[in-house]
């Protein structure tokens, strides 16, 4: 009896310290599960996006950009011939636009025009993303506006937190002096704010406001952005909601951001600055291009290990060791990126930026199609440029499920930034849209040189 005791209370120990194992172990697997999913990055989505389309009257012909330079710079035949020259190669169409007050001769920038342009703006592209995801002003948790050189006070971004009477409680970030890639900036700066901020909307606006930034001067450098930069927005609205990711567009995948700021002839290739009679203007060198190239390909190399097939990353490897370790007499090579992405949206810069990354990636016509006809239609709207490309593949219905889009924009400092989205659903053709009257014209041949 004592035995059968002695072994009862043996198993019964036994027993108790199996089932305590159990559980501990059972425990361990959770917390470690639920550890995990804390720590998971948290999906950024893009639910949708809306980019301004200015009325007609605010359109300005070739006949009337070169019209308005001949009689600005009347004492100054060189200039005039410069501009002309620009305007002939620049692959702008006759359809874009500037502001009221650039439209007068000379020109009459105020502190009040470029409010104006700013609410008229930002206010049409936030109306149209409002209407087209169905949220309202108070679903909004972060707002962040950038604008590389209109500065107001208060900041444009508190303009919109007025306009649409948001919560108190929102997050407002107001980006400046960035130049043409801030838009990808603020879309990085969004992802990171998803990623500690559970639940929550963030709308991301890009513009660049025209008014009060026109040169009125004559060096050549500096009249360049004057033949290229015209009026434009677009609004987009991201989130980290699973209850929303199905009504969501894409699915953010990347961002890789390259600065060359400690480089002082990449520091200096775009700036604002002083001419000798005091006007104030952007100056481009003419180091930009090569150094832009320089900056895509330092960027494009952080980037390619994120997203290129294996194979494609071998063939790198090889050719990069075949150079460096046995000096072998060979060109390096250079990716194919047509087997990592289906969409390509190029800051419309300029006719030069899109041939050159054209060029160097070796992309198709239709890669660069987007690019082009933004460039041609809209001109060059600064950071929000890359949303009227995007706008522009799925008004031609070519954006479906899975298909994966790159966005790549340049801007002073000097920087190279990328962001890649992945297409969740077939995106139906919009009936409304800044390119939803127009869709139908284009593509059209752009000239090497269009002779006024």
């Not at 832009?292 to 190399?301: E, P």
């Not at 706008?391 to 920087?415: C, H, L, N, P, T």
Request: charged share 20%; with cysteine.
């Amino acid at each position: 009896m004592l035995n059968f005791t002695k072994v009862a209370y043996h198993c019964l120990i036994i027993s108790f310290t199996l089932h305590d194992l159990i559980i501990s172990f059972s425990l361990l697997i959770i917390s470690m599960i639920a550890f995990y999913f804390m720590k998971k990055p948290r999906t950024v989505y893009l639910l949708d996006f809306a980019c301004f389309r200015p009325s007609p009257m605010y359109r300005v012909p070739f006949a009337t950009a070169y019209e308005h330079g001949r009689i600005i710079l009347a004492s100054q035949p060189k200039s005039i011939a410069f501009q002309l020259k620009i305007f002939e190669r620049a692959g702008l169409g006759e359809e874009t636009s500037l502001p009221q007050p650039l439209h007068y001769i000379p020109p009459n920038p105020s502190l009040i025009g470029a409010r104006e342009e700013t609410e008229m703006v930002v206010f049409a592209a936030m109306d149209s993303l409002f209407a087209q995801t169905g949220l309202d002003p108070v679903d909004i948790d972060i707002v962040i506006l950038n604008c590389s050189l209109f500065v107001a006070t208060p900041s444009l971004s508190s303009i919109v937190i007025h306009k649409y009477k948001m919560r108190s409680n929102v997050k407002s970030y107001n980006l400046s002096g960035m130049g043409c890639s801030a838009g990808l900036i603020s879309i990085d700066l969004a992802k990171h704010l998803l990623q500690v901020h559970p639940e929550s909307n963030a709308v991301v606006v890009s513009t660049e406001i025209i008014t009060p930034n026109s040169y009125i001067g004559n060096e050549r450098s500096m009249l360049l952005p004057n033949s290229l930069f015209r009026m434009g927005g677009a609004a987009m609205l991201l989130t980290n909601k699973r209850c929303l990711s199905k009504h969501a567009k894409y699915s953010l995948l990347h961002v890789v951001r390259t600065h060359k700021g400690a480089d002082d002839k990449s520091y200096g290739c775009v700036i604002q600055k002083e001419d000798k009679e005091g006007h104030v203007g952007i100056a481009l060198n003419l180091d930009l291009m090569l150094i832009a190239a320089k900056s895509l390909k330092s960027n494009i190399s952080s980037l390619g290990s994120l997203v290129l097939p294996l194979s494609e990353q071998l063939m790198f490897l090889f050719n990069l060791l075949g150079r460096k370790l046995f000096k072998l007499q060979r060109k390096p090579y250079i990716p194919d990126f047509k087997k990592a992405f289906d969409h390509y949206c190029i800051h419309a810069g300029g006719r030069a930026v899109i041939d050159a990354i054209q060029e160097s990636l070796k992309l198709s016509n239709e890669h660069v199609e987007a690019s082009r006809m933004t460039l041609y239609r809209w001109g060059n709207t600064s950071s929000s440029s890359l949303w009227y490309e995007m706008g522009y593949i799925e008004a031609k219905g070519r954006m479906s499920k899975g298909d994966r889009v790159w966005q790549i924009g340049f801007g002073s400092g000097f920087k190279c930034n990328s962001v890649v989205w992945k297409c969740n659903r077939d995106i139906e053709v919009a009936k409304t849209g800044a390119w939803a009257d127009c869709i139908h014209r284009y593509p059209v041949s752009v000239p090497k040189v269009m002779k006024l």
